[in-house]
């Protein structure tokens, strides 16, 4: 049991090491004997857990899947703001989240998989849209695939200018306003109005879910 | 005349080299050396036009700034929307447009300022919206600043999306899904029934730019 906590916590340190080499340096330039040194770590402890750059890049990718529970709300709507708000919230405040982001937006990281986060953004954004659908929130016309992933791409891109911008300061400033400016096209006005869409719903909802469960981190899925 | 002619040319296979360039290595870790190299030119013709790596970045990130002027119409929310899907047009088909994108995403581009695109687009959006308020084409509530910002940053997302999982292929059509989902947010109903939104929208825009102004390439600015 020991060792097993003790190669989670060596995972960690890796996953650390190459977040903080790959966020510095990019995809293309960052190297292993950069990420082992910052690490602490020998080789064989660094093979044993990732075979490869690509490897580990992807390590860092997986990092932001990994979402604290988001309080379930009659609601399916506001779960998909509230996944949106705290996503932001974290960026804001979890480094690992943000070298994952980034790794994501580095458009010249040629050879790394990125479409991995936009697809799996994407199918939770599919899984809650359907289930509002079902119990009657959106509108007629609405295809949950379609709208899912505009909310996946626009989302990337607002976190994006406001990294440029003021190093994410105004994100949750931003993502409020994208909410704003895309649910009346997918909503039912009922709904519209009752959703809590503030610029703090990101760190209320994170205090919530750490409330829910003070012992554990991240590891749940949406429901 | 002819030495005018010659100088503007240079600069053009220097800014097409740094394209180039940025567009392999990333900002980082390309070299003017490289560029040197690539565009043919002497060390000295190159620091004629462009005194650092920075300003080389600077010449590409402007190059997007040349619009080919959009046909101006009645609506100013079509107009908009006429620059966004032209944009989108020409990152399908533009390597120099592209490479300016690509460098306004590089999140680990340090030392480049990179807010100029976003700021500079968003200007636009703004200038078109005021002029769309002031003719009654928008919802009472909107503040045009946020409204243009939010577009900016949402298209941003949006091709980055499309270029990590199809190099551009369907760029047009999630544009297209785009702007529907954004539009009902903003604009009133009777302007929403007779705007042009379909994915051919930006090659169509072009043809009619080209037709309007066949001897010239993209020197002016949207009216």
Known sequence: ???????????????SAAAKIFEERGYQAATISEILTTAGVTKGALYFHFQSKED????????????????????????????????AYRLQTDPMVRAGVRLTMDQLAQGLDRTGPFVRWSDIGVDLLEKAQAQGELL????????????VGSFAG???????????QD???????LMRHL????????????????????ADVYAEARRASPDQE?????S
Request: proline content about 5%; aromatic content about 2%.
């Open 171 to 177: 994100l949750t400033v931003r993502v409020s306003a």
């Open 1 to 15: 049991m020991a060792e097993q906590v003790r190669a989670i916590r060596t995972r960690q340190a890796i996953l």
């Open 158 to 168: 607002i976190q994006s200018m406001s990294q440029a911008i003021c190093e994410y």
């Open 218 to 222: 991240a590891r749940l899925l949406v």
């Open 140 to 151: 007629p016309h609405v295809l949950p695939r379609e709208t899912a992933e505009v909310f």
């Open 56 to 87: 580990l890049a992807q390590g860092v990718l997986a990092e932001q899947d990994q979402k604290l529970t988001v309080p379930d709300s009659a609601g399916k709507v506001q779960v998909l703001v509230d996944v949106v708000m705290l996503h």
């Open 183 to 202: 649910l009346p096209s997918f909503v039912v006005p009922s709904v519209l109005a009752s959703l809590r869409l503030s610029e703090t719903r990101g």
